[in-house]
Structure formats: C-alpha cells, structure tokens
C-alpha cells in the first residue's frame, strides 16, 4: 500500500557528506553534556524510600503527587499499581533524615488530606540495589547491540552490521544527550524506550538494507549511489506511514499519558525522529562509504535490467 508515489528518485546520497558533520557534531555535543552534566537518575538508581498506601476509593494521583510536593521533596514518584485504589510513592534520599522519618512525614500530609488512606509498606532501597539496576542496564544494553550486529552480519555482510551499530548507537547518544541536556530524570522507564529504540531503529534500517540488496540483483547499470536512492525512495511511502501511525501513538501518552508516561514517551519521541533520520543518512551513507557492492550480497547472475521507475518492476508473471 503506498499513499505517496514519488516517480524520481531523491538523490540523498547527494548531501550525504554534510548530514553525517551535522550528526557528528549533535553526537559530540551529545557525549560532551552526558560527561559535563551526566544523567540525572530517579530513585531506582539513586536509591531513596519506597512507599505503598492504599485508599478505600480510586487515588488521585494528582493530588497526592501536589500533596507530596508542597513538602519540598523533589522528584518524587507517584503512580499506581495493582488496583486505582493502591499507590506507589518513590521518595529520594535525603541527607540526615531516615525511611521511617521520611515515611511520616508524608503519611501526614496524606492523611491530612484523606484520611481513608493507609500505609500498606515501606521500605529502603539502597544505592547499591540502584547500582545493580545501573549495571544490569548497560548489560541489557550490550546485549541487544552486540545481538543486531550479529544478526545484520548474517543477514547481508558485515559492512551493513557496522553502519547499523553505528546509526543505532548515534540514536542512543543522542537520546542520552537530551536527557542530560535538560537534567530530565532517567527513570527505569526511560531506559526500557532506550532498548525499543534499538529496535525499532534497526529495523528501519532492515528494510532499507533489503531494499538495497533487491536494487543490486535487479539494476546491473546503477552505481552504488543510485542503488541506494532508490532504496530510500522506494520505501519513503512504508516510512512515512509507519512511523506516522507509531508517532500518534507515542505523542498520545506525551500528552495524556500523565508523568508517569511523560519522560517514557519523550525518549520514544526523540528515538523515532533520530530513527528515521539515521537509517537514511547514517546508517546508509556509511555503508556507501565501507564500499557495499552487488558482489557483497548477490553470488548468483545478476537479473536483467529493468526501469527502476517501472511500477510493475520486478513483477512476474
């Protein structure tokens, strides 16, 4: 199905030169801010105090996360769980002031404001736990690299594997780079997005890579240039309506999802558009620029050639 026919191929490999310097350069501002100003972690990482009251009616999360608030306790984590009536309230350390302290305190300004509610259980989670979570992060992270690069090399050739991994990393980076930027919390939330954006990104390219390789075993007369604008712009139609229909999705828990959804869909957000334009002009210039040729992934006889502006191209009968 294609809602947007373009006749002429769009020479994206063109400017290809100047849209990987401005991808260098937001990549190094990138890491420059992840290691001026580092990433601000929620209290799954940092450690802090772990609490779950219930209510005998649905809890306004809204109320309770002001409520908590006008203590002077910042990010502070309010969400349900289980039911609408039990709520998890994640509380930060603070210097000089125990769980039990800090659970009192707030249990008073929420009784204060409804006294139907109760306190269930608290507990301290340590900064070690936070560090595990950290750690066991990064391993995840490794693994789903270190995953596509294996499964692209066996797919089409290592050359491809690499201009991947570079595209998916230069996404992650940047998604960092933006949360250190702005000090937005980097929640256990907001690295499971980091992972589906690996994902998803790769798989952009996935289908750019395929599209590339059909071009070479049908288009004997086009240079690697030509096979590879013709890739972009043959699979424009399925980008533009993929990535639409997930973005409307995404940007509907953006605005309504609340603050337990909003930096979660904020990096899914930055991730699609870093996506896009990484599997175009990333990930597909650098495999121009490695030296991908039709002997890389065809061993047979090339087809006949055909007019790559033929709709009916590649049909058989």
Known sequence: MEFFKIRRDIPFMRHALVFNIVSFVTFALAVFFLFSRGLHLSVEFTGGTLMEVNYT??????????????????????????????????????????????????????????????????????PQVGEELAQDGLKALAMVVFGIMVYLAFRFEWKYAVAAIIANLHDVIIILGFFAFFQWEFSLAVLAAVLAVLGYSVNESVVIFDRIRENFRRYRKMNTEEIINNAITSTISRTIITHGSTQIMVLSMLLFGGPTLFYFALALTIGILFGIYSSVFVAAAIAMWLGIKREDLIKGPAKKDEDPNDPNAGATV
């Open 57 to 126: 009616q649905a809890a306004d999360v809204g109320k309770i996360r002001d409520t908590v608030a006008r203590l002077g306790l910042n990010d502070v984590q309010v969400q349900n769980f289980g039911t609408s009536r039990d709520v998890m309230i994640r509380l930060p350390a603070q210097k000089g002031v125990s769980t039990a302290q800090q659970s009192d305190t707030v249990m008073a300004a929420l009784k204060a404001a409804s006294p139907d509610v109760t306190l269930r259980r608290t507990e301290f989670v340590g």
